[in-house]
């Protein structure tokens, strides 16, 4: 089992920026990937970004040029850091890890990020 505990969301208006953590434990021996995608109401769950264990990087189209995601591997922590943060950036954001072979997906409890001013 591995367990993803998410923090740093919150308030930020138009252009600000936010920074969320995602701390891992438990069963971390073959990570694949951790990464972070959002849900906001009415809508489907959608990638942000990922980070493979050899440190490939996706991003979703909407956030390149916006958002970093960095791994801490000593710290079992990927972390979002998130700039020019628009109004449609406001969703439900979760961690998200791939474990082992066969992949089983695991999901923090999500931290919720507002922008608005």
């Known amino acids: 089992q591995v367990q993803l505990v998410e923090s740093g969301g919150g308030l930020a208006q138009p252009g600000g920026s936010l920074r969320l953590s995602c701390a891992a434990s438990?069963?971390?021996?073959?990570?694949?990937?951790m990464g972070w995608y959002r849900q906001a109401p009415g809508k489907q769950r959608e990638l942000v970004a990922d980070?493979?264990?050899?440190?490939?990087?996706r991003y979703a189209d909407s956030v390149k040029g916006r958002f970093t995601i960095s791994r801490d591997n000593a710290k079992n922590t990927v972390y979002l850091q998130m700039n020019s943060l628009k109004p449609e950036d406001t969703a439900v954001y979760y961690c998200?890890?791939?474990?082992?072979?066969?992949?089983?997906?695991?999901w923090g409890q999500g931290t919720q990020v507002t922008v608005s001013s």
């Open positions: 998200n890890a791939r474990v082992g072979i066969p992949q089983v997906s695991y």
């Open positions: 438990g069963r971390l021996f073959s990570v694949n990937a």
């Open positions: 980070i493979s264990s050899g440190a490939r990087i």
